[in-house]
């Protein structure tokens, strides 16, 4: 057979492969959706009879034991007590047909309902939705307590404002998208013995999973990005750009506690970034310092304190408990409330 004729049947192979992917990607698609709309189904159903929209426990776990048991027989397996609970609950917390997603799975509703505040699960279904997190994704992320950190940074941004009437919108929505902490356990530098480069490499091996962290709208530039000013090079870490905000984002990533020197050559970077690569359609160029233990008082008396592009956040290595997550947002909350206090008392 000569070259042409099975460069063309190759092509004709990934053609026909192409169109059997998505057929079959689609047939899931569907498969799932009739689960999920067939399980809220059941809820109800379950609901309707043993309740009649009254709360009656024991007699709704007798119930469940009993229909377990016909189901099973009936149809094999899938009706087990739990499952029972879990479609009875999936109905009780998503009452409304219409407002079941049909884009998420069976899984993501189960790991959902595992959500006791409202306003949280609310969130975390639309994020998968919008973001297209995979099953996994959405564990992971209510695992590390985003919306939670979400909710700090918000809360910490209140408490600036509060000392700054006029903060810029730049700041505003910078500061909705960038965290404190960001988890990087996926990136397996457990062992405390890596250096800088050795953090940067990781990043790039797991970019997809670090996108993930950084949250919506960002898209990779560069690595180790040259700027030249007269006859000096500069190196930027990690360069990325946030379509949303219509900026860039530098990134500086640092082994230790932050020092003053590492917020003004931060500084210096957004300046001659500003100066050489922004477009004219683009907002100013946001910095980012990520640092393995942060100073108060490096954040307080540095440029940091009234600088409206540079930022400093933590990052650990490992996926923390929820219990110690929570902790660190308390902390930081409490740094929050505590430099708003000395700020107010310097004005007084």
Known sequence: MSIEPQVALEALVADIAQEI???????????NSAMVQSYWQIGRLIVEHEQQGESRAAY??????????RLTARLGKGFDVTNLRNMRQFYEVFPIRDAVRRELSWTHYRRLLRIENKQARAWYLQEAVQQGWSSRALDRQISKLYYERLLASQDKQLVETEAEEHTQQLTESAKDYLRDPYILDFLNLDDKSYQEADLEKAIISNLQQFLLELDKGFAFVERQQRIRFDDEDFYLDLVFYNFKLKCFLLIDLKLGKLKHQDVGQMDTYVRLYDERHKGADDNPTIGLVLCSEKSEAVVKYSVLADQQQLF?????????????????????????????????????
């Not at 709704?60 to 048991?69: E, R």
């Not at 490992?318 to 997550?325: A, I, K, M, T």
């Open 21 to 31: 992917e998505a057929a079959r990607g689609q047939v899931r698609q569907a498969v």
């Open 312 to 348: 400093a956040a933590k990052y650990l290595s490992y996926l923390p408990s929820e219990e110690e997550l929570a902790r660190e947002l308390e902390r930081e909350r409490a740094r929050a409330v505590r430099q708003l206090s000395k700020q107010k008392a310097g004005d007084e």
């Open 60 to 69: 709704g776990k007798q119930q469940l034991q009993a229909l377990s048991v």
